[in-house]
């Protein structure tokens, strides 16, 4: 499976930013798909995932304000990302885990989002 992730950027805090992530290859052994993202000295944490059956997971930090959508036929996974604070700048990463895997077989390349005045 390779990933090829956009739609990064600069965003205003409290304005908006959709990053997109299309999967190509084995995508039919594919059961979850999501984000993790990254900060300057932090781990990497996940950000948001859905299954192949549509169950939703977020962070904490990003409920309410961050939803995750995917197309399962084309691969394809984005996150809406609103109302961003300063504190969701970071590298995002997309994955894609197999139904047997506890952690993340692939990732994407990973897309800056810098949320700034």
């Known amino acids: 499976v390779q990933l090829q992730a956009s739609g990064g950027g600069l965003v205003q805090p409290g304005g908006s930013l959709r990053l997109s992530c299309a999967a190509s290859?084995?995508?039919?052994?594919?059961?979850?798909m999501g984000w993790y993202r990254q900060a300057p000295g932090k781990q990497r944490e996940l950000v948001a995932s859905?299954?192949?059956?549509?169950?939703?997971n977020y962070a904490d930090s990003v409920k309410g304000r961050f939803t995750i959508s995917r197309d399962g036929a084309k691969g394809t996974v984005d996150l809406q990302m609103n109302s961003p604070k300063p504190e969701d700048t970071a590298v995002y990463y997309c994955?894609?885990?197999?139904?047997?895997?506890?952690?993340?077989?692939?990732w994407g390349q990973g897309t800056q989002v810098t949320v700034s005045s």
């Open positions: 994955f894609t885990k197999s139904l047997r895997s506890l952690l993340p077989d692939y």
């Open positions: 290859g084995s995508i039919l052994s594919i059961n979850e």
């Open positions: 859905v299954s192949s059956g549509g169950s939703t």
